[in-house]
């Protein structure tokens, strides 16, 4: 299977004529915010329920889908670009699930039927930027690991890597 180009980002963000969900709210924050999770070929109206975590490029909430099993990343207005939609619609489609892989299951859109995020599994256990790739952070979250951990965790992500990559998707940039 050949892989899709997506067009380089545009300089200007998308324009949302209604609101962002979630825009203000603070990490931590209790929300009740209806928000469309749509699949390609289902819609379903889901509420983000809590203000997980936020970066530079946009903040992650809790869902109330089976117990928070799904969160939901809403971009900031000023990442909103057509082409990330585009990359994420080409990732819906494709259909892959991957046990340890955050992949994308739904676009999220907002009341005014806009894109605003997607909806995907929630990660359990360590950030590796934040543990795995930081000796001492390594040292403190994992004390009795030897080479041979770490060894296999990296087979581990280099397997996953390949089974994207057989699927026509391309990891780059950020791996984490």
Same mark, same amino acid.
């Given at each position: 299977?050949? !892989?899709?180009?997506?067009?380089? *980002?545009?300089?200007?963000?998308? !324009?949302?004529?209604?609101?962002l969900p979630g825009e203000g709210a603070n990490k931590g924050e209790v929300v009740n915010i209806p928000v469309i999770a749509d699949d390609g070929t289902h819609r379903q109206q889901i509420t983000l329920t809590r203000k997980i975590s936020e970066g530079g490029e946009g903040a992650v909430f809790e869902?109330?889908?089976? $117990?928070?099993?799904?969160?939901?990343?809403?971009? &900031?207005? +000023?990442?909103?670009?057509?082409? #990330?939609?585009?990359?994420?619609?080409?990732?819906?489609?494709? %259909?892959? !699930?991957?046990?340890?892989?955050?992949?994308?299951?739904?676009?999220?859109? $907002?009341?005014?039927?806009?894109?605003?995020?997607?909806? *995907?599994?929630?990660?359990?256990?360590?950030?590796?930027?934040?543990?795995?790739?930081?000796? #001492?952070?390594?040292?403190?979250?994992?004390?009795?690991?030897? %080479?041979?951990?770490?060894?296999?965790?990296?087979?581990?992500?280099?397997?996953?890597? %390949? &089974?994207? +990559?057989?699927?026509? *998707?391309?990891? !780059?940039? %950020?791996?984490?």
């Amino acid at each position: 299977m050949g !892989s899709t180009a997506v067009s380089p *980002m545009p300089s200007t963000p998308l !324009s949302l004529l209604g609101a962002l969900p979630g825009e203000g709210a603070n990490k931590g924050e209790v929300v009740n915010i209806p928000v469309i999770a749509d699949d390609g070929t289902h819609r379903q109206q889901i509420t983000l329920t809590r203000k997980i975590s936020e970066g530079g490029e946009g903040a992650v909430f809790e869902t109330d889908i089976r $117990n928070s099993e799904f969160v939901a990343k809403i971009y &900031h207005r +000023n990442k909103l670009f057509a082409s #990330k939609f585009d990359k994420i619609n080409l990732m819906l489609s494709q %259909k892959i !699930s991957i046990a340890g892989v955050c992949f994308p299951v739904a676009i999220i859109r $907002n009341m005014q039927d806009e894109q605003v995020g997607f909806l *995907m599994p929630r990660a359990q256990g360590f950030e590796l930027g934040k543990s795995v790739f930081m000796p #001492k952070l390594l040292q403190l979250k994992f004390p009795a690991w030897t %080479k041979r951990e770490t060894v296999q965790l990296c087979i581990t992500i280099l397997r996953k890597i %390949k &089974h994207l +990559n057989e699927r026509g *998707m391309v990891v !780059s940039k %950020k791996l984490v």
